[in-house]
């Protein structure tokens, strides 16, 4: 099955500076790459996600890049602010409705 | 995402107990998935299910089963509890789209 690696598993960044968090995936059949923000004690909820025929794609101060030679795939997040501060996962797919395989989360902190 | 409900939120068990979380949606979705999340391992998905007939196992089935009582249904059940099942459990959907939609989440402990 896919085995998806996420790295690194805890970042801290200055508030206003940039954020990146990296995953690879290891099934070349994966198509479909989500990243998902779970905030303390809350659900994960979906904040970008990317397909296998788009290589970058950005919504405000998030963007995910996907390079499928390489196999890897990365969330970037820009000016960051304190309510950034959140565990974020990535997850690969393929096929509609097939299972997610998500990597092991990345705990972010903003300081103020 | 009120949508999507699990019941209860939060349990505390013992060892050998029969415990079943539930999870209902109306979002109309026919895909639903159970998964568990432990600190340090991300989300593993326990079962998924694309239709009331259609079950499928994931990658940590081991010790649990599930059922599709109807679309908008789908329960776990932990037939002896043990205490490495402590953990957090969501239910999620999925519709036509690709985007899952997660539960709250419930919080179980097993002594």
């Known amino acids: 099955g896919e085995n998806v690696e996420q790295h690194p598993s805890t970042l801290s960044v200055q508030e206003g500076d940039s954020a990146v968090i990296k995953c690879t995936y290891s099934?070349?059949?994966?198509?479909?790459f989500p990243w998902y923000k779970q905030e303390l004690g809350k659900r994960p909820q979906l904040i970008i996600d990317i397909r296998s025929n788009v290589g970058e794609k950005k919504d405000q101060r998030i963007a995910v890049t996907l390079n499928k030679t390489a196999k890897h795939f990365s969330l970037h997040i820009t000016e960051t602010q304190p309510e950034d501060s959140a565990v974020y996962f990535c997850a690969a797919s393929w096929g509609h409705g097939n299972q997610f395989y998500f990597g092991t989360g990345t705990s972010l902190t903003v300081i103020p | 995402d009120a949508d999507v409900t699990q019941t209860p939120r939060n349990r505390i068990t013992k060892t050998g107990k029969r415990i079943m979380l539930e999870c209902s949606q109306t979002k109309g979705h026919d895909r639903m998935y159970w998964y568990r999340q432990d600190p340090g391992l991300g989300l593993r998905l326990i079962y998924y299910?694309?239709?009331?007939?259609?079950?499928n196992k994931g990658e940590i089935s081991d010790g649990y089963s599930v059922s599709r009582q109807a679309q908008a249904k789908f329960s776990l059940s932990l037939e002896s509890a043990i205490p490495n099942q402590t953990a957090l459990y969501f239910c999620?959907?999925?519709?036509?789209?690709?985007?899952?939609?997660f539960g709250p989440g419930t919080r179980l402990t097993v002594l």
């Open positions: 299910s694309f239709d009331v007939k259609d079950i």
């Open positions: 099934d070349s059949a994966s198509n479909y």
């Open positions: 999620a959907t999925r519709g036509t789209e690709d985007t899952q939609y």
